[in-house]
């Protein structure tokens, strides 16, 4: 009996730790911080079409991409960029104004990361233009070390 039951606790265990390993290989939850949030009216040329959200490590190439999306600098500005990267997540365009985009979690693993967001209409303030919402956070720049390429973007 007591051999039973010391088996029976050692399967658990077994099952625990392999869990818990499962868990610890689907990805890493990073921490971050919102710097910025809003949306713009303006279509700009070659932009992406749909969701997108990118990991960006230094000021000149955050100050590049953001300008070439029509997005305010202002808050990578105080970013030091030899500690932190900055994630920026640009939204689908909304059907009008007073939608914002705010990120919820950033999970990295390996050379992935995905971001999860929620859109929201806030406000009254609506205009009959297309508008396309926006969100930047910064990260720990060892985080999103790894991450290469596209980000996954879930919005909920």
Known sequence: MRARRTLAVLAALVLALLGAAGVAAAGTS???RELDAGSRAAIIPGEPASDVAVVLRSAAGARKRLRAWGLDTTGVDRVDFRRRSVVVLLADYRPSGGYRARVSRIVAEGARATVTATVRHEGDFSTSDL???????AVGRPAVAKVRGSVRVVLR
């Open 131 to 137: 508008e396309r919402p926006w969100a930047i956070v």
């Open 30 to 32: 990073v921490a971050f």
